[in-house]
């Protein structure tokens, strides 16, 4: 099943999570370019489409990579707490904001970060996202969410900033002002890296399918994108896979459809 929907269930996916290397191959022009990015700027930004089993190791693959030491998540602050302790090592302790369901968490991501704890190449941690008081409101949500990154500790080689592909474009979208281009206006030189994924499946809610898109080659490869002048780096994923994801019927209002890309 792709979702879970108790704590015994999602620690026995955690436990069996395969942490494996993507093979990730990076022309040196891109990969220059998000070294670069880092350098200038403390960050690089990686889109995401939530629910995807390979996300984590796409993660884990690009910071060893690029050499970043820091990674932030659009994952509610609340959490904080409940994360803290699975990185310790400890027993994952039960909180509403797990439950979702749209694919933000997942049993990889868990896995992925208690190991890059462990193994030393993850050094800091921050979880950026926070819906706060008042009305939702996509652009003041992303405002909040770049504050919580710019006021994080600092990390020695950078810090990978995750998030739903609606969030990372550095210029304003039709959406609003998206996180990546709040964060531009503070860190001139960050770049952005979406994940193009070749077809496959995710889970957001429900179990869903991408467009299949032919000639995306058969290498988990970071390039540079088609579109010279938009500055932004591609790594492409031949192939996705569900994840598995936590999810409890009306365990957490489910957020509107853009919140969750």
């Known amino acids: 099943m792709p979702a879970v929907a108790s704590l015994d269930a999602l620690e026995r996916a955690v436990a069996g999570f395969a942490i494996t290397d993507p093979g990730l191959v990076a022309e040196p022009a891109a990969l220059a370019a998000a070294r670069r990015s880092l350098a200038e700027s403390g960050l690089l930004l990686l889109g995401e489409m939530h629910g995807v089993a390979e996300n984590p190791l796409l993660i884990r693959a690009l910071m060893a990579a690029v050499g970043a030491t820091g990674l932030a998540l659009e994952w509610d602050e609340d959490l904080a707490p409940v994360i803290d302790g699975v990185l310790r090592g400890g027993p994952l302790r039960d909180h509403s904001l797990l439950w979702s369901g749209d694919g933000r968490i997942t049993a990889g991501h868990l896995a992925v970060l208690r190991e890059g704890v462990a193994a030393g190449w993850l050094r800091t941690l921050t979880l950026a996202d926070g819906m706060g008081e008042g009305d939702w409101d996509w652009s003041r ?33 039709e959406l609003g002002v998206p996180l990546g281009a709040r964060l531009a206006q ?33 290498e988990v490869r970071l ?17 996705a896979t569900e994840a598995l994801v936590p999810q409890r019927a009306g365990s957490w209002p489910a957020p509107p459809p853009e919140a969750s890309r």
């Open 141 to 173: 949500r992303d405002a909040a969410m770049a504050r919580r990154v710019l006021a994080a500790r600092p990390a020695d080689g950078g810090t990978l900033v995750v998030a739903g592909n609606a969030h990372t474009p550095v210029t304003p979208t």
């Open 186 to 218: 503070r860190r001139p030189g960050v770049r952005e890296i979406r994940i193009s994924y070749g077809g496959g499946r995710f889970y957001n809610l429900e179990p869903r399918r991408f467009t299949h898109r032919p000639g995306g080659g058969r």
């Open 223 to 239: 390039h540079a994108g088609h579109d010279a002048e938009s500055g932004q780096l591609v790594l492409g994923l031949p192939v």
